[in-house]
């Protein structure tokens, strides 16, 4: 069982940046595929974007397409999303989340339903 802790939520203004990170630990010889997650008040959990743990395969919800960065450090075992130019719409508690490496390969699906491990979620507040 993979466990991931998430870190780097906070509250800022629109226009600004924040960079999420989640270490991974437990990890076995089985490749990943790694996802962000985010939730609104009172919304469902929605799809940011995901990659392959190899760094490859990286997909983006076109909500945030342009605006956010996916990447990964195996040396740290840590997955990052750099979010940039942060609307309020982007506010949610965002999660870090894995999955069998084939879930990488389904195109444009980014379903909660394909991930097995989560983390325990980091605030983001963007206000104007």
């Known amino acids: 069982q993979v466990r991931l802790v998430e870190s780097g939520g906070g509250s800022v203004q629109a226009g600004q940046s924040l960079r999420l990170s989640c270490q991974a630990s437990?990890?076995?010889?089985?490749?990943?595929?790694m996802a962000w997650f985010r939730q609104g008040p009172g919304q469902e959990r929605e799809g940011v974007a995901r990659m392959h743990d190899s760094g490859r395969n990286a997909y983006y919800a076109d909500s945030v397409k342009g605006r956010f960065t996916i990447s990964v450090d195996n040396a740290k075992n840590t997955l990052y999303l750099q979010m940039n130019a942060l609307k309020p719409e982007d506010t949610g508690m965002y999660y870090c989340?894995?999955?069998?490496?084939?879930?990488?390969?389904?195109?444009?699906?980014?379903?909660?339903?394909?991930?097995?491990?989560w983390g325990q979620g980091t605030l983001v507040t963007v206000s104007t």
């Open positions: 437990g990890y076995t010889d089985s490749l990943y595929c």
């Open positions: 989340a894995a999955g069998p490496a084939i879930v990488c390969r389904r195109g444009s699906r980014l379903s909660p339903t394909d991930f097995g491990s």
